[in-house]
């Protein structure tokens, strides 16, 4: 039962309670005064409606804005893109013989605004990816900090990886720099172990693979860009911004955080190769739920199979 309905049916209860005994003692068994039990008793007509609470909201309001003064802010209001509230009101002053307080038309301003109908911006549809059709078609490359845990030299390190996009068959190697040369080196380093041709590479902006955000544009091409024009292979760079783009590679980062670097320690860069091409190893063969529980090596044998 709502507090309305409760005060409705106790209010009835002291009417009945007035009817047979007196007003004075009506009103201190209610806890009340004797003009409170006048009122209810005056205005009950036998409903339970009759004894909710009035509004007291004025019936007539003399100093209510007019209909010609609505049209005036309103019009003041567009001209001003509903921003700039003090000229608008400046000019319904000057021009429009308007006299109300500026605090009065900030309510009309406030009224108005809140029931002007607000244009949805309509939703903007990303393009859909062009996802791989086989082994080689597009490579998504990458590069990782190597985590400073692992290493026992204090020295930086990273990890290159590449992900094919239809079998996720990975390949990685370890640097003391990420630079374009290291980019180079590792392209060959892909091309030689990678057992399908490679149709399309696609990387991010960073500088280690192109001269694309540089400040001071350069005309010169990257030594990675010039090997992939040296080998024939189609090169693109993600959007700005837009990390999704390179999403496998960017999840295979976080699964070998998991896999392989959580409970690996590593004394030098030599060392960490060593332990990272036995882990290179191991990881084609691991199963993927994206490719029905088969392995990158089983998928790309299929196509194999199927293809040559």
């Known amino acids: 039962m709502s507090i309305l309905t409760q005060e409705k049916y106790h209010r009835q209860r002291m009417v009945k309670y007035a009817e047979k005994h007196s007003v004075t003692e009506t009103a201190i068994r209610y806890k009340t005064s004797r003009k409170t039990v006048y009122k209810w008793i005056k205005r009950y007509d036998g409903t339970t409606d009759s004894l909710l609470d009035r509004s007291h909201k004025p019936k007539t309001s003399p100093r209510a804005h007019t209909e010609k003064e609505l049209k005036q802010i309103r019009r003041r209001l567009k001209k001003y893109k509903w921003s700039d509230l003090l000229l608008a009101y400046q000019e319904l002053i000057e021009r429009d013989g308007y006299t109300r307080s500026y605090g009065g038309f900030k309510r009309i301003a406030a009224k108005m605004r809140a029931a002007k109908p607000t244009k949805k911006k309509a939703k903007k549809k990303p393009k859909p990816y062009k996802r791989a059709d086989y082994p080689g078609q597009k490579i998504q490359i990458d590069v990782k900090y190597v985590p400073r845990y692992c290493v026992a030299d204090g020295k930086k390190y990273y990890q290159y990886t590449a992900v094919d996009e239809c079998s996720r068959w990975t390949y990685r190697e370890m640097y003391d720099e990420h630079s374009t040369y290291s980019s180079k080196d590792f392209l060959e380093k892909l091309i030689k172990h990678a057992p399908f041709p490679i149709r399309e590479v696609q990387t991010d902006n960073g500088t280690e693979f192109t001269n694309r955000l540089l400040v001071v544009k350069s005309k010169h091409l990257t030594m990675f860009e010039n090997a992939l024009i040296e080998m024939d292979i189609i ?20 699964t070998d955080e998991a896999r392989f670097y959580k409970n690996m320690r590593m004394y030098n860069l030599e060392d960490g190769r060593k332990q990272l091409a036995v882990y290179q190893k191991k990881s084609n063969n691991y199963i993927k739920t994206c490719l029905n529980m088969k392995t990158p090596n089983q998928v790309v044998s299929m196509y194999q199979a199927i293809m040559f």
């Open 235 to 254: 090169y693109h760079r993600i959007q700005i911004a837009t990390p999704r783009h390179n999403g496998k590679v960017e999840r295979q980062h976080r």
